[in-house]
Nanobody, 125 residues
Framework: VQLQASGGGLVQAGGSLRLSCVVSGRFFSSSTMGWFRQPPGKEREFVGASTWSGGNTDYATSAKGRFTISRDNSKNTVYLQMNSLKPEDTAVYYC???????????????????WGQGTQVTVSS
């Protein structure tokens, strides 16, 4: 399984970006997908997730109301739409996938089995 994230860039505060993550393999629709970020000098943190079971989404407090995760199972792609960006959103953003059919916690990096390479998001003030 390979994950390829893209869509990062430099944006002014208040702007928007949409990140994409394309996943190889045929079990995408049965896998929980997560987005994490790693700010400079900090640990990787949970941003949000799209669960395969029930098609639910879940967000970190910092992302609620501003970020939206969606997925297109026909394209094996998960998206992270980020609006009203703030300088504190500056980070490398990673997409991650759990093994198919696994449920349970999706908040920790250890909950995921496959990772993309990360895409840089920089928000200027």
């Amino acid at each position: 399984v390979q994950l390829q994230a893209s869509g990062g860039g430099l944006v002014q505060a208040g702007g928007s970006l949409r990140l994409s993550c394309v996943v190889s393999g045929r079990f995408f629709s049965s896998s929980t997908m997560g987005w994490f970020r790693q700010p400079p000098g900090k640990e990787r943190e949970f941003v949000g997730a799209s669960t395969w079971s029930g098609g639910n989404t879940d967000y970190a407090t910092s992302a609620k109301g501003r970020f939206t995760i969606s997925r297109d199972n026909s394209k094996n792609t998960v998206y992270l739409q980020m609006n009203s960006l703030k300088p504190e959103d500056t980070a490398v953003y990673y997409c991650a996938a759990r093994r198919p059919y696994f449920t349970g916690s999706h908040y920790d990096t250890d909950d995921y089995d496959y990772w993309g390479q990360g895409t840089q998001v920089t928000v200027s003030s």
